[in-house]
């Protein structure tokens, strides 16, 4: 069981919830305890609260509110089974009867389907008026379990719920359809349907619908299968992915001849329950492989993009690195090319050179550099027309101060003279960078 369901994709904690249902709800049928729990979403206490609650009469609250799936008649495989015993006529003589019965089973739904709708214009009937078909369903269990006791353990729900149950578990589906004005049905009641063995069986195998053809419910249930002699037993399951009615046993019959109708039909339609639940798996590996692709497929779609976006980001980065290079470049440029025109204005402003004479004094500048610039300039020249001398020499720093040496002092820049600010022929100033 480990091994299969591993490669059906269980885990190993699904496995165990499977063991754990299968050992508390005796339901021997391990897929069948598989699909219980996959309805409920594997959640291991409701599954089995709600088992339990079937088991003790009380309604699930768990049951499929969803439409009834079509119910479809195979009326060539279809079992039909009457009250007479297993050893009745065999041979030629039986197949020619069974042939009859299916002929006469067709004409008499065909038939009784066409006079119902002609009738049902010039009467009417109290059981096609829409009532509750759960109100319905839980008094005829109230009123059969109150009269007949014990019986197998009837579905709490409606005829639709039972279908969809059915059809999701990939259970058999037993309708048991009753009427208490027909003659064999007490007896049927107080012997077969009260045997241990029929019970555990049926509590075993299937879900057990059961209601009166007296109540919209039952009579609505009895119109769709065309019962026509009760007691009625019919036998639902999916066959061709479709619920299908693959055996009906009309009118009373012992416990024994039940459970040999009940396992013939069980055997032969078996297989199609199996098909249909390894079809389920199949596809449930399937789209659960689908899903793992397409996690995958996102997960590697995902990690491209990022990859991409990160491509994207490196090479906006480096683009913004050369923008910004080149933005700094042309600013330099700009720079330079201002500073050269400012030098040139600079130089022009400062004029020719004093002559030697007692009107002018010769200065030596010293720039940071260490080269010395020499000049003679007239005692009426300005600090303006000094410092324009020393910035227009391609070595000077752009912004600067001139000192002189001894006493260490600043020369402003400004309007004064040079006689006024105090130099002397052949002083030594020294011109400082603000920006070193």
């Given at each position: 069981?480990?091994?299969?369901d591993?490669?059906?994709?269980?885990?190993?904690e699904?496995?165990?919830?499977?063991?754990?249902?299968?050992?508390?709800?005796g339901?021997?049928d391990?897929?069948i305890?598989?699909?219980v729990?996959?309805r409920?979403q594997?959640?291991?206490?409701?599954?089995?609260?709600?088992?339990?609650?079937?088991?003790?009469?009380?309604?699930?609250?768990?049951?499929?509110?969803?439409?009834?799936p079509?119910?479809?008649?195979d009326?060539?495989?279809q079992?039909?089974?009457?009250?007479?015993?297993p050893?009745?006529?065999?041979?030629?003589?039986g197949l020619?009867?069974?042939?009859?019965?299916?002929?006469?089973?067709?004409?008499y739904?065909?038939?009784?389907?066409?006079?119902n709708?002609?009738?049902s214009?010039?009467?009417?009937?109290?059981?096609?008026?829409?009532?509750?078909?759960?109100?319905d369903?839980?008094?005829?269990?109230?009123?059969?379990?109150?009269?007949?006791n014990?019986h197998?353990?009837f579905?709490?729900?409606?005829?639709?719920?039972?279908?969809n149950?059915?059809?999701?578990?990939?259970?058999?589906l037993?309708v048991?359809?009753?009427?208490?004005?027909?003659?064999?049905t007490?007896?049927?009641?107080?012997?077969?349907?009260?045997?241990?063995?029929?019970?555990?069986?049926?509590n075993?195998?299937?879900?057990?619908?059961?209601?009166?053809?007296?109540?919209?419910?039952?009579?609505?249930?009895?119109q769709?299968?065309?019962?026509?002699?009760?007691?009625?037993?019919?036998?639902?399951?999916?066959?061709?992915h479709?619920?299908?009615?693959?055996?009906?046993?009309?009118?009373?019959?012992?416990?024994?001849q039940?459970?040999?109708?009940?396992?013939?039909?069980?055997?032969?339609n078996?297989?199609?329950l199996?098909?249909?639940?390894?079809?389920?798996?199949e596809?449930?590996?399937?789209?659960r492989?689908?899903?793992?692709?397409?996690?995958?497929?996102?997960?590697?779609?995902?990690?491209?993009?990022?990859?991409?976006?990160?491509?994207?980001?490196?090479?906006?980065?480096e683009?913004?690195?050369?923008?910004?290079?080149?933005?700094?470049?042309?600013?330099l440029?700009?720079?330079?090319?201002?500073?050269?025109?400012?030098?040139?204005?600079?130089?022009?402003?400062?004029?020719v050179?004093?002559?030697a004479?007692?009107?002018?004094?010769?200065?030596?500048?010293r720039?940071?550099c260490?080269?010395?610039?020499t000049?003679?300039?007239?005692?009426?020249?300005?600090?303006?027309?000094?410092?324009?001398?020393?910035?227009?020499?391609?070595?000077?720093?752009?912004?600067?101060?001139?000192?002189?040496?001894?006493?260490?002092?600043?020369?402003?820049r400004?309007s004064?003279?040079?006689?006024?600010?105090?130099?002397?022929?052949?002083?030594?100033?020294?011109v400082?960078d603000?920006?070193?």
């Amino acid at each position: 069981m480990d091994l299969e369901d591993n490669a059906l994709g269980l885990t190993q904690e699904q496995t165990d919830k499977i063991l754990q249902f299968q050992d508390l709800t005796g339901i021997e049928d391990m897929s069948i305890c598989r699909d219980v729990l996959q309805r409920h979403q594997w959640d291991l206490e409701v599954a089995i609260q709600e088992q339990l609650n079937i088991r003790e009469g009380r309604p699930s609250v768990f049951a499929t509110e969803a439409r009834a799936p079509t119910v479809v008649h195979d009326h060539i495989a279809q079992h039909i089974f009457t009250d007479e015993g297993p050893d009745g006529p065999g041979g030629v003589t039986g197949l020619l009867r069974y042939v009859v019965n299916l002929v006469v089973s067709m004409c008499y739904n065909t038939i009784s389907s066409v006079l119902n709708l002609l009738l049902s214009f010039v009467r009417n009937d109290d059981r096609r008026l829409a009532t509750d078909p759960l109100d319905d369903v839980m008094g005829f269990i109230t009123s059969y379990t109150s009269k007949y006791n014990p019986h197998p353990v009837f579905y709490q729900g409606t005829y639709a719920q039972a279908l969809n149950d059915a059809k999701n578990e990939l259970r058999f589906l037993i309708v048991y359809l009753h009427s208490e004005s027909a003659t064999e049905t007490q007896n049927f009641c107080r012997t077969t349907l009260a045997d241990p063995i029929v019970i555990q069986y049926i509590n075993t195998h299937a879900l057990f619908w059961g209601c009166s053809v007296e109540s919209p419910e039952g009579w609505r249930v009895a119109q769709s299968v065309g019962g026509r002699r009760y007691p009625l037993l019919c036998v639902l399951c999916v066959r061709d992915h479709r619920m299908t009615v693959v055996a009906r046993s009309e009118g009373s019959c012992s416990s024994q001849q039940l459970l040999q109708r009940l396992r013939r039909v069980v055997a032969d339609n078996d297989p199609h329950l199996a098909a249909a639940r390894a079809d389920r798996v199949e596809r449930e590996v399937t789209a659960r492989l689908r899903a793992s692709q397409d996690e995958a497929y996102l997960e590697s779609l995902a990690a491209d993009q990022e990859k991409e976006r990160q491509r994207a980001a490196a090479r906006e980065y480096e683009n913004q690195l050369r923008r910004d290079s080149m933005e700094r470049r042309l600013q330099l440029e700009r720079h330079e090319q201002e500073v050269i025109e400012a030098r040139a204005a600079a130089a022009a402003r400062v004029g020719v050179e004093a002559g030697a004479g007692a009107g002018a004094l010769a200065l030596l500048v010293r720039l940071p550099c260490g080269e010395r610039l020499t000049r003679r300039f007239r005692l009426a020249d300005t600090t303006d027309v000094l410092y324009d001398f020393v910035f227009s020499h391609p070595q000077a720093p752009e912004e600067f101060e001139i000192t002189t040496n001894f006493p260490k002092r600043v020369l402003e820049r400004g309007s004064q003279n040079l006689l006024e600010v105090g130099l002397k022929d052949r002083d030594v100033l020294f011109v400082n960078d603000i920006n070193a």
